[in-house]
């Protein structure tokens, strides 16, 4: 079976007028359909640098990303991108902010229209629909910005630290509801974190970048014995604190 | 919330609000009425000199006497028509080539500091060149007041256009947009406030524009009254201009505060 995303010897070199910055260093790896990956690093390690080289917003300087074996080149459709903040549009109400993507991709046909207002329905925003993004609250917010990001009908989604601007308690509720979407919609997820339990919960396969130049340091294939694991369920499972000091070991924190 | 009930503190709490909302209405109309009315007490009086100071009623008079002429709407619509169009000239090619700066960064590192320079000469230096240029007319007029607020337009606009969230811009980009459709989608409705802001601050540099335009060069409206009736000692003349002046200005302003507020109503 043809992987979903293939990262082959992606590397990339920042230029700056005080010299060179080495941000990725040989990375590769794959991601099968419908799974979902976790991508861990110490700040500044080049993981979101990553997302965006799979997002098509950056060109690497060497190396090559395929999806569904065809070779990356620009913006690809087949991808959706959910960065830090929901970014949603406080001049447009939620309707015409999930409305966006086929907007720009001048896709709003009856048939979109429909399907994005089934998403709506299913996923408990549409009496909102008129609302504007200030009137909702944070995971509301969130779900609309998936939503948004769903409506183009990605088979990829990307997460860059997609709920890092949430308070704690919110996100954890946050991280249960999206993962239960991204379920539900059978999509293959990478998702960018710096928060290790977060990515124990959510990811089936975790891969651990080193400190700058980044490069695969470790990768974790992520199991837990209960049966419909969510993110919340996982936290309470036994594994969950192997796996964390497992990679919080790795990972070599220090303060000073 | 509106559906729940309102408690007894809470219509007290309205009521305050609104008991200060009218006293502070009633101080500003107390305080017109008694500075009209010292004015006019003092040159009653004779504490001060109506000559050089004129006063309210003389005021008034002028006024009847210039309306009953149908002088003064020559006057009034001159200036008028020349605000307007310097106006409308300054923001809209404001906004242009704030949008042009965007669309080229090298455009934009190319002008910077001719830019600069431009914003801080007196525009009101050129005058004397539009006169030769234009001709000893209105044209020269609607010059100098887009030249006073044409800079100013496009740097405020240019830089409310580079804090637009890069988020979003990237968002966008993500969904494969075009250079085109970032401004559209993005930069333009998030630059939307400060636009506003500049039309706000344009209505008043046009009228300084035109004003000092008419000071230089024009045989009728009001700049010209004014000045007139520096020249012939007429400060009742004067002090009408101004009256008539303020009240145009500021009538343009709430017009523009309007239509602000009904554009993004739209939105």
């Not at chain 2, 000559?51 to 009953?68: A, H, M």
């Not at chain 2, 960064?105 to 525009?123: D, F, G, I, M, R």
């Not at chain 2, 998030?190 to 802001?197: A, G, L």
């Not at chain 2, 009001?222 to 009742?236: A, E, S, T």
């Amino acid at each position: 079976m043809i992987p979903a995303v293939t990262v082959e010897n992606i590397s990339m070199k920042y230029h700056t007028i005080d010299g060179e910055i080495t941000a990725l260093d040989n990375v590769s790896f794959t991601v099968s359909e419908g799974e979902f990956i976790g991508i861990v690093g110490p700040s500044g390690c080049g993981k979101s640098t990553l997302l965006s080289i799979i997002a098509g917003l950056l060109e690497p300087s060497d190396g090559k990303i395929s999806i569904f074996g065809v070779q990356l080149k620009g913006v690809c459709p087949k991808i959706g991108y959910m960065l830090q903040t929901d970014s949603l549009f406080e001049w447009r109400t939620i309707y015409k902010n999930v409305m966006l993507g086929l907007e720009i991709q001048n896709r709003v046909t009856p048939e979109e229209i429909h399907d994005v207002e089934t998403l709506l329905k299913k996923y408990g925003l549409y009496m909102f629909k008129d609302r504007y993004p200030s009137q909702l609250s944070g995971g509301m917010r969130q779900r609309a910005a998936l939503i948004r990001t769903l409506a183009v009908k990605p088979d990829i989604l990307l997460l860059d630290e997609a709920f890092s601007a949430l308070d704690y308690q919110t996100r954890l509720a946050v991280n249960d509801d999206i993962y239960k979407i991204i379920k539900s919609e059978n999509k293959t997820a990478i998702m960018v974190t710096h928060d290790i339990s977060e990515a124990i919960s959510m990811s089936e396969r975790l891969y651990m970048l080193s400190k700058r130049p980044g490069t695969v340091k470790l990768c974790v294939n992520i199991h837990f014995a209960m049966n419909d694991r969510t993110p919340l369920s996982s936290r309470e499972a036994p594994e969950f604190r192997e796996y964390f000091n497992k990679i919080w070991r790795e990972l070599d924190v220090h303060v000073s | 919330m509106s559906h729940e009930k309102t408690s007894a503190e809470q219509i007290q709490y309205l009521k305050k609000v609104e008991r200060q909302k009218r006293i502070i209405l009633w101080l500003r109309v107390l305080m017109l009425v008694i500075l009209i009315a010292a004015w006019e007490v003092a040159t009653r009086a004779q504490w001060m000199d109506s000559f050089i100071f004129s006063s309210p009623s003389r005021i008034l008079n002028t006024l009847i006497r210039l309306y009953g002429d149908g002088i003064i709407w020559l006057h009034v619509w001159t200036t008028l028509w020349e605000t307007v169009i310097g106006f409308l000239l300054g923001t809209i090619f404001g906004i242009l080539i704030a949008i042009v700066l965007w669309i080229s960064e090298t455009c934009s590192k190319v002008l910077e500091p001719y830019l600069v320079v431009a914003n801080a000469l007196p525009k009101i230096a050129l005058g004397p060149v539009f006169i030769v240029w234009l001709g000893a007319g209105s044209f020269s007029i609607i010059a100098v007041a887009v030249s006073v607020s044409l800079i100013v337009t496009v740097l405020e606009v240019y830089t409310g256009f580079n804090e637009a969230d890069i988020e979003k811009i990237r968002l966008v980009k993500s969904f494969g947009a075009t250079k085109k459709q970032v401004l559209k989608k993005v930069i333009l409705p998030s630059s939307f406030p400060v636009m506003m802001n500049s039309l706000k601050v344009n209505v008043g540099l046009s009228w300084v524009g035109v004003i000092v335009g008419e000071f230089l060069v024009s045989r009728a409206g009001l700049g010209y009254l004014i000045v007139y009736g520096g020249q012939v000692f007429q400060l009742d003349l004067v002090m009408t201009s101004v009256v008539i002046l303020s009240v145009l200005a500021a009538l343009m302003y709430f017009g523009v505060q309007l239509l602000g507020k009904g554009i993004s109503s739209k939105y």
